[in-house]
């Protein structure tokens, strides 16, 4: 078994957080080597209660919830009450890091105003990912990602072809970003730590994560301009930087950037080189003017092989193209093994998706899955100093 770099190992993180950005925030930094204290209400995370695994799977854990709790270790403590603040306030005296998702308000009403504990814990990096930041009227509005990344932050609709819906799930894809980005704010935090002895409040947002990933389509309307709307397929402007379907129903995107670089490979991958002779198709400029002739022309074509054999011409003729895979087709994709992108998860909790960043091309082989409810709670207050 091969033993993947460790960077962060040395780091105490205290989790008070539940469903999936403030966990995967968590989960990478545990990944990372991180010890990840997950402080959890009697009856766990109520993420552990939904998206169950088949019966017959032999998953402790539903894949996504091992996915951003994996290694950690729980504990169970009820914060309402003296007792449990009394130890939720000694694990933070002895941690480098907190990392919560709760509502501003939930965490001002806990004794969590981000000023005051850092007087009582000056060297934390106290770490907030909410929904819409602590200022506003809506700072205590729920969020999800659905409504804080994709609905409110523009990204659905940047992601709807004029005249559709939006799609109205997405999987938690909003949570990961912002769990990305806290985790980049709470390393920034903790080097500053090591030149001033001082932790930070390091805020993060579904919302400003979202505006972030739209940041020139929101600065083009913010200054005036209009933001180029999603086309449809069948009319996009760009012919060269579409989706189509193999004569075997699979589709696929080309990746033409620069039109005029990509065009004569793609014809020359077509046997279409003729069509450089057309005025209609001569140039970038002119196939956008008779772009939805092109695409039906390159429909047609298209249909006529399978993917597999499209694929193979492509690479003969260097077109730059990927395939639009289903979750089975990435889970079977030779790729994404060579990639590192799996990893094992000790006492048959199957397959887990690895966290992106890989150190020194070292691929880990397995690693503990999500704990129990409460599974360390005697063991972590034990490691706790006597008064």
């Not at 990392?99 to 990096?125: I, S, W």
């Not at 909410?130 to 409110?152: C, H, I, K, N, V």
């Not at 939006?166 to 990305?180: E, H, I, S, V």
């Not at 490979?265 to 005025?279: I, K, T, Y």
Request: charge should be negative; include cysteine.
């Amino acid at each position: 078994m091969s033993t993947a770099p460790a960077p962060l190992a040395g780091l105490r993180v205290i989790e008070l957080a539940h469903w999936v950005a403030g966990p995967a925030c968590g989960g990478v930094l545990a990944d990372w080597g991180a010890d990840v204290v997950k402080v959890e209400p009697p009856g766990g995370d109520p993420m552990r209660h939904l998206f169950t695994p088949p019966p017959d799977s032999g998953a402790t854990h539903s894949p996504a919830f091992s996915a951003v709790n994996r290694a950690k270790r729980s504990i169970e403590m009820e914060l309402g009450d003296e007792p449990g603040r009394s130890a939720f306030e000694a694990l933070l005296a002895h941690a480098d890091i907190l990392l919560t998702n709760l509502r501003p308000g939930a965490l001002e009403r806990l004794g969590l105003v981000p000023e005051d504990l850092a007087q009582r814990h000056p060297r934390l990096v106290y770490c907030s990912v909410s929904a819409y930041g602590w200022e506003g009227p809506q700072r205590d509005a729920a969020g999800y990602d659905l409504a804080g990344f994709f609905g409110r932050a523009g990204v659905s609709h940047q992601l709807t072809s004029t005249g559709t819906a939006p799609a109205p799930f997405m999987n938690g894809m909003g949570d990961t970003f912002t769990a990305m980005s806290a985790v980049a704010g709470i390393l920034a935090a903790i080097n500053e730590r090591h030149r001033t002895g001082r932790g930070r409040f390091v805020e993060v947002s579904l919302l400003r994560t979202g505006m972030w990933a739209l940041a020139g389509e929101l600065g083009m309307a913010a200054n005036g301009g209009t933001p180029k709307p999603v086309a449809n397929r069948a009319d996009n402007p760009t012919p060269l930087f579409n989706v189509y379907q193999a004569g075997d129903g699979r589709w696929f995107v080309l990746v033409g950037v620069e039109a005029d670089r990509h065009l004569p490979a793609v014809l020359a991958a077509l046997d279409r080189s003729d069509l450089l002779q057309d005025e209609r198709f001569a140039d970038a400029r002119s196939v956008r003017r008779h772009r939805v002739e092109f695409i039906t022309l390159l429909d047609a074509a298209f249909a006529t092989r399978p993917l597999a054999q499209w694929a193979e011409r492509f690479a003969a003729h260097d077109v730059w193209w990927g395939p639009v895979q289903s979750p089975a087709e990435v889970a079977a994709d030779p790729q994404a093994v060579a990639a590192g992108a799996w990893l094992q998860l000790r006492g048959g909790g199957g397959r887990s998706v690895e966290a992106p960043v890989r150190f020194d091309r070292q691929t880990r082989d397995e690693v503990a899955d999500a704990p129990q409810p409460g599974q360390h709670t005697a063991a972590v207050l034990n490691e706790l100093p006597k008064p």
